[in-house]
């Protein structure tokens, strides 16, 4: 099951067992059940503090438990966890053995703190790159808290339960049964839903931080190269976001990374924190900025944030990056989640054999299009202009696709659909006018970005698209405040310009305190 290189790797990782653990596999006679029982053995076969038993009484079969030896399991594992999930996997094994997770002294203490019954059901695919935050953080829980449970099933292998529960977009969580959420979400996120007094008990701390001489909103690529960039200065740092990383949390394959020959916007997400983290940066985490307040009679702009917190500082530095773009046609919200998605390497898979539709015909849409054209039974592409507007190597792998068909000159009126699912997209001929209906069950949207600046409006100069306007330096129309990176003005919107953006922002910040000199 397992090739030499994965067996080596993994060998090393379980001579950090401390204790026995146990896999209990709960087994039946398909070809998927002889394949995890095979997995199963692997595993056992590379050190003596693992064992296999055949015994459990799971439901979902085939799954198995993980377990330290003489306990009943509570992280479950419902389909092969291969592929982006094997690292969840192993996490889940090291865990179980009593090695230490690698979370804040705090946040462990809050998760063994709380009570009641906490059974989680996780639905992935493993190529979503999304998932697998949600099974380590779940199962983290489970072993540091008896009263949770986590499971994790591929959609992809229980495609009868993903149909009956109709979900249409990965990770989707159950709690006790019920929806708990949708995407991405990480360990805090989790204990925020469920710890309802943790939200104002962080607010009340953040709001008695001493001001900062740079404070950085956002924590992308730019965010993270300004508060390096800072914190080199030997100056007062923080970074204020609403999830460290920003957009590349959502990126699958980025190729034109200098001197990285491929990466996955994941790893380099983890890689900007623990670069960040090796410097006296102060990272305030899971806080969405409402409102900046300018320096008037003072030293200090204030940013206040949605949990009711205010933080203070001399200098500002806006990274807050952008979101992907919406069509903003009637019935898009209300299926969203029930057919209509963003994200084809996380939700495809839940489209197997089934009829999508792409919206846009750049690099992103016309990159989805293949990708799935290798999972469903067939693909529309809709470009609203008469072109496509992706690279021609792109373009020719795209028409050379038997199950693929492209639309050019459509504009995309409604999405319809029965009240559960998806079922229809409207769309009309620019050129004669006519209306169009295009039976489906799923659609993509794949049509660029919008920065995350609403909640300046009205606070500094924005560009008719919404960006922050910055001059050379990266300032903004505000003293003391700059921006930097997919937010702002500068062209090109691309991972290592914004670095370069936050790096030159971070500078000028610096170059605003020495010639304004002003004490806190």
Not at 2 to 21: C, E, F, G, M, S
Not at 413 to 425: H, M, P, R, S
Not at 433 to 449: N, P, T, Y
Not at 454 to 465: N, V
């Amino acid at each position: 099951m397992l090739d030499a290189t994965i067996k080596t790797q993994l060998q090393a990782y379980l001579t950090r067992l401390v204790q026995p653990i146990e896999l209990v596999a709960s087994l039946d006679d398909s070809a998927k059940g002889a394949e995890m029982r095979a997995l199963l053995d692997d595993i056992a076969a590379l050190s003596d503090k693992v064992s296999v038993r055949s015994d459990g009484k799971a439901a979902r079969r085939p799954s198995f438990g993980v377990a330290a030896a003489g306990q009943t399991p509570r992280i479950h594992f419902a389909g092969i966890p291969m592929g982006h999930e094997f690292t969840s996997l192993v996490l889940a094994l090291l865990q179980s053995g009593g090695h230490p997770p690698k979370l804040d002294a705090d946040l462990i203490a809050q998760i063994k703190g709380l009570s009641g019954s906490f059974r989680f059901e996780t639905f992935i695919s493993l190529s979503c790159h999304n998932c697998p935050d949600v099974v380590q953080a779940l199962n983290t829980m489970a072993v540091l808290n008896p009263a949770f449970e986590a499971t994790m099933i591929d959609g992809g292998m229980f495609q009868k339960e993903v149909e009956e529960r109709q979900i249409m977009g990965v990770p989707a969580v159950y709690l006790n049964g019920e929806l708990f959420g949708q995407g991405r979400m990480s360990a805090e996120e989790i204990l925020a839903k469920l710890d309802t007094g943790a939200a104002a008990r962080d607010a009340a701390k953040i709001s008695e931080k001493d001001a900062f001489d740079v404070l950085v909103v956002g924590g992308g690529p730019a965010g993270a190269a300004a508060a390096i960039y800072a914190a080199r200065k030997g100056i007062r740092t923080g970074v204020v976001a609403e999830r460290f990383g920003g957009q590349v949390l959502d990126t699958l394959g980025i190729e034109n990374f200098i001197s990285v020959k491929e990466t996955e916007g994941p790893k380099l997400a983890m890689a900007l924190e623990q670069h960040v983290r090796e410097y006296p940066v102060d990272i305030i985490n899971l806080q969405r900025a409402e409102a900046l307040r300018p320096a008037a009679n003072g030293p200090l702009t204030e940013v206040r944030l949605a949990s009711g917190a205010s933080l203070r500082a001399k200098t500002v530095i806006l990274a807050t990056g952008a979101r992907w773009r919406e069509m903003n046609v009637p019935g898009e919200a209300e299926y969203r989640t029930k057919g209509v998605a963003y994200c084809p390497h996380c939700d495809g898979p839940l489209f197997k054999g089934k009829r999508v539709a792409v919206i846009g015909g750049g690099n992103s849409g016309v990159e989805a299009a293949i990708d799935l054209a290798g999972i469903v039974a067939h693909v529309t592409l809709i470009e609203f202009m008469d072109e496509l507007r992706a690279d021609a190597v792109l373009q020719n792998k795209l028409f050379s696709l038997p199950n693929v068909t492209v639309i050019k000159g459509a504009q995309t009126t409604e999405v319809t659909g029965d009240g559960q699912k998806v079922n229809a997209l409207l769309y009309k001929d620019r050129a004669s006018g006519e209306a169009h209906r295009l039976e489906l069950e799923g659609i993509f949207v794949q049509i660029g970005l919008l920065p995350n600046t609403d909640w300046l409006k009205g606070t500094l100069d924005l560009s008719r698209h919404g960006e922050i306007v910055i001059d050379a330096k990266g300032q903004t129309s505000l003293p003391g405040v700059f921006a930097a990176g997919d937010c702002t003005t500068v062209p090109y919107k691309q991972i290592i310009i914004a670095m370069g953006e936050g790096a030159k922002a971070s500078l000028s910040a610096f170059d605003h305190l020495i010639r304004s000199s002003a004490p806190v």
